[in-house]
């Protein structure tokens, strides 16, 4: 890119006719391997980031299957602990040169009105009383939110009110990993996307547009690729085939 970009240069001032690096097909990026927990690891990692300051975000993660950027840009107004629903409105982003402000959500599908489970209830409320502690001993010094025009209350922040970033919360995944004995090597913030997508679709046996609702992508086809274990499900949709398919094979539904 920096080899294009300084070339692009030449061809603007003449030196060169064409950009020989636009005849050049980009190298293939390799990632390393994307991790994503089974059901039962997810839940001793929830479980043993009950106690951390921001285990309410680990929560919002593994089991919700948030975006990191959508948990820390939530606000007690988007709330509604009664009925366990939360609505996303914004996200906490980082700017370069400026630092954590509350902006847009990545795409149209995260916003909307989410169904919280039970466990992530506990968890916010145990958040709201702990963040009124600091709030009390900040006092005046607690700063002020806003976004479009409107306040927000933000529901993560630090212990003088002020924005959580990604670092922080990465942290606190990895606090958790460690302390529910897993290797955190591979555990992020989006880990818990992942997770939760692949426990929905490869254990659950869940359809992947219900899915791609409940995490908020746009399209199904995103959702899918999030998925980084089929399970069982290669194995019965072939039982499913023979079953249906196969003249040599009984016409039942396998068990």
């Not at 920096?2 to 293939?28: C, F, G, M, W, Y």
């Not at 390799?30 to 839940?43: E, H, M, Y």
């Not at 922080?168 to 989006?190: S, Y």
């Not at 997770?195 to 254990?203: D, F, H, K, P, R």
Request: aromatic share 4%; glycine share 10%.
């Amino acid at each position: 890119m920096t080899l294009h970009q300084v070339l692009e240069q030449a061809v603007i001032h003449e030196l060169i006719a064409s950009n020989p690096v636009d005849r050049v097909a980009a190298p293939k990026v390799v990632r390393g391997a994307r991790r994503a927990l089974a059901s039962d690891d997810a839940r001793h990692l929830v479980g043993a980031a009950a106690d951390d300051r921001l285990g309410a975000v680990v929560a919002l993660l593994f089991v919700q299957g948030w975006r990191v950027s959508e948990a820390l840009g939530l606000g007690w107004e988007d709330l509604d602990l009664e009925a366990g629903v939360a609505v996303v409105r914004r996200a906490a982003i980082y700017v370069h040169k400026v630092g954590m402000v509350l902006g847009p959500t990545k795409n149209a599908g995260a916003s909307g009105t989410h169904h919280l489970s039970a466990g992530v209830v506990e968890l916010l409320r145990a958040r709201r009383k702990a963040q009124a502690a600091e709030r009390l001993a900040c006092r005046e010094a607690w700063p002020t939110h806003t976004y479009e025009g409107r306040t927000v209350s933000l529901v993560f922040t630090n212990e003088r009110g002020g924005l959580v970033n990604r670092q922080a919360a990465a942290k606190a995944v990895t606090r958790a990993a460690t302390r529910a004995g897993l290797d955190p090597q591979g555990i992020a913030t989006h880990t818990g996307r992942r997770t939760a997508v692949t426990v929905l679709y490869a254990e659950a046996g869940l359809d992947i547009s219900d899915i791609a609702r409940y995490g908020g992508h746009k399209g199904e086809a995103t959702t899918a690729g999030y998925v980084r274990s089929l399970g069982e499900r290669p194995k019965a949709t072939a039982a499913m085939a023979a079953s249906m398919l196969d003249p040599r094979a009984a016409h039942r539904a396998p068990t």
